[in-house]
């Protein structure tokens, strides 16, 4: 059989991020306290299903026409384990390390094409491993079942970690009436009309406010510092019991607005008018199942599977000035989000890329998405992880986060639970947030003080 039978031609999503607006590389690390058994690691990548991924196990090549497809390929190991035993410069500890690698990395070369599109990085002197995998074979929710399918608990060794389908109490309606049913679509028709002229304008001449925050056109190409925020999922718990049919992903979007308010409130040099709108940039995983996928089921599952199954939604946030209520900031988190529950927006967002993908081609699809990224302020996204602790290769993992690439915003933030813990990874173009250490204890405190007054609502129920 020639190549050209065996060549698979690349996704619309794949080949909108090999367009040099939207490059993206997905950057995630892993972190233990004992030193790194590098033949221990080598292997267990070996024997696992990489070198059966079609995606992973593939060369990038372009034909005559400029059309690109996946090759099958033998996985040389060695070129894809680069192993770095000095110290990183000016790093605090072995965390700071890590993110400091991350964020050069971030603005660094690109990766190879003369062999699959993924690298994983020992840091020895770190004790941690950073994996760095091209957004074109697939998007978080693939990577990370693919890491985890590789890893095992810490408590049992013989098990995988298993992940409990995430819950959204507004999901569960019951037997709903015929006058519920009536409401609830005409909501659906409503909302998708309002988000989608929204978004529409988004693309073509709508932007937010400049603040000491905005990046903008050609931001995705300076020099980057990445910083952790931490945030423990008890906390969180506590403030969405405050509000009945409350989300962790309210109370998490309740503490971006509270924190970026702090923030702004302390670092620009007029003062905050509130009511400021500044607009985030949500990345949906659209399958029907919420969290990490079962590898197996994952890649067997065409409609649903490996790949880039996600939607944009764009997520406004409004400022206030301090002394406002830390609740008030939730209570308008989740009445937005209940509205964009309410609607297709990320739904539309995913089918207009494939069409203009279509009609126009991966360049015209790439500088639409670049445009909704100059004219919005920050990115996010947020992955539900493993709820015990796991080990990879043997070594027992006390932190995994992730992160990506630049795009022309100055901040972008991907939060993903692990053991208990939300890490939240805000890389910033370092020149117009210099100070991110800041930022990052902006939005711990939010969620800090969120809790006190969580706990002072409940108390007086």
Known sequence: MSHDQ?????????RL???????????????????????????????????????????????KNGHEYWRKTEIDIDRHVIIRHDLVEG????????????????????????????????????????????????????????????????????????????????????????????????????????????????????????TVVSGGAGVELWPRKLVTARFLIDDMKIV???????????????????????????????????????TGLAMVNLRPVPGYQDLVKLMKNKSTGWGNKFGMLLLPTYCYRSGSDPLEYLRRAKAMIDQKKSSLESFFSYKFGYLVMSILGAKY????????????????????????????AGHPVDYIKTTSTSLPHAITMHMISYAGTGYMQILVAKEIIPDPEFLAKCLEDALLEMKEAALATIKSK
């Open 240 to 278: 969405k019991k405050s509000i009945p049919q409350t989300t962790i992903n309210d109370v998490l979007f309740g503490v971006i607005s509270f924190g970026l308010s702090k923030y702004l409130d302390a670092r620009s040099s007029k003062s905050l008018h509130d009511g400021l709108r500044l």
């Open 365 to 392: 699809a790439s500088l639409l998405n670049y445009r909704i990224l100059c004219n919005t302020t920050f990115t996010i996204s947020n992955i539900v992880g493993p709820k015990e602790k796991v080990m990879f």
């Open 6 to 14: 065996l060549d698979q031609p690349l996704t619309p999503a794949g």
């Open 91 to 210: 790093a605090k500890d072995d965390e700071d390390a890590a993110n400091i690698y991350m964020a050069d990395l971030a603005v660094s070369v690109p990766l190879e094409t003369d062999k699959p599109l993924w690298e994983l990085h020992l840091l020895t002197s770190h004790k941690c491993a950073v994996i760095r995998v091209h957004h074109a074979l697939g998007d978080g929710v693939s990577f990370l079942s693919f890491l985890l399918a590789m890893c095992r608990l810490a408590d049992d060794p013989t098990k995988m970690s298993v992940m409990a389908p995430a819950v959204d109490p507004r999901g569960n309606r019951g037997k709903e009436s015929i006058g519920g049913m009536v409401w609830r679509w005409l909501k659906v028709v409503w909302f998708t009309m309002v988000f989608v002229v929204d978004f529409i304008a988004r693309v073509v001449w709508v932007c937010d406010e400049t």
């Open 17 to 63: 991020f090999l367009q040099p607006e939207t490059n993206i590389v997905v950057l995630s690390s892993l972190g233990t306290k004992e030193p790194l058994r590098v033949e221990a690691i080598k292997s267990v990548i070996a024997d696992s299903m990489l070198a059966k991924h079609p995606r992973l196990s593939s060369l990038l090549v372009v034909d």
